[in-house]
């Protein structure tokens, strides 16, 4: 069982600029949520999906997109880089929104965006 | 809405002996979960233990237990006979039913180093 992978791990780009990150589910994973992480902070709830479809979203701009694939991978778009942008960002993969409070999420390895 | 806190930016602990984490939180619901990560400098998030608002019995997972106090709203980490592996980001989430996504919400993290 192979766990939750991401690509690119790292990733530089310049103010202005599209940037498409990509993550791909633990199998039988159809829930893959993403976050972003700042230097020395928590990571913060970009946005979640639950089979294609969005499932809910944090306190991010129109700019951050998203999309799920029939086989659950998930790509994280950000449009019109900003310097505040640069962040590490952690894809989880779960099996499912629902079944009481504990559903738990495996997190990969992430993709440390830097934008110049 | 919401909220975790971790007061502690930064703890020191000699190798083999216990340490505490803090963790408080704040939440309307009375359904929730409380989940403890580890983060080392790779970035990767690693589960380490998880306790329900309804467990009677604080979680324990090898050298790691929850020292959950409903009352107060706290559920500090405890590591047992510490090792230098250990040395890492700790954060504490919790997870509620506001919001469709069931996001986990997290704090600000501990800086935990082991001393040899």
């Known amino acids: 069982e192979t766990g939750v992978t991401q690509s690119p791990t790292h990733l530089i780009k310049t103010r202005g600029q599209q940037v498409t990150l990509r993550c791909s589910s633990q199998s039988g994973h159809n829930t893959v949520s993403w976050y972003q992480q700042a230097l020395g902070q928590g990571p913060q709830f970009i946005f979640q999906?639950?089979?294609?479809?969005?499932?809910g979203r944090g306190n991010f701009p129109p700019r951050f997109s998203g999309l799920q694939f029939p086989n659950y991978s998930s790509e994280l778009n950000v449009n019109a880089l900003e310097l505040d942008d640069s962040a590490l960002y952690l894809c989880?993969?779960?099996?499912?929104?629902?079944?009481?409070?504990?559903?738990?999420?495996?997190f990969g390895p992430g993709t440390r965006l830097t934008v110049l | 809405a919401q909220k975790i806190t971790q007061t502690q930016p930064g703890m020191f602990v000699q190798e083999k002996e216990a340490v505490t984490l803090d963790c408080t939180y704040d939440t309307s619901d009375q359904s929730y979960g409380l989940f403890w990560y580890k983060q080392p400098s790779s970035g990767e998030m690693i589960f380490l233990i998880y306790q329900g608002s309804y467990d009677e019995q604080n979680a324990t997972e090898g050298r790691y237990s929850l020292n959950f106090q409903k009352a107060r709203k706290s559920a500090n980490l405890v590591i047992s006979a510490s090792q230098l592996g250990d040395s890492a980001m700790y954060f504490c989430a919790m997870r509620d039913s506001s919001g469709s996504a069931r996001q986990l919400t997290f704090g600000s993290g501990t800086q935990l180093t082991v001393l040899p």
């Open positions: 989880a993969s779960s099996p499912g929104t629902s079944g009481g409070s504990y559903n738990e999420q495996f």
């Open positions: 999906y639950y089979r294609e479809e969005e499932n």
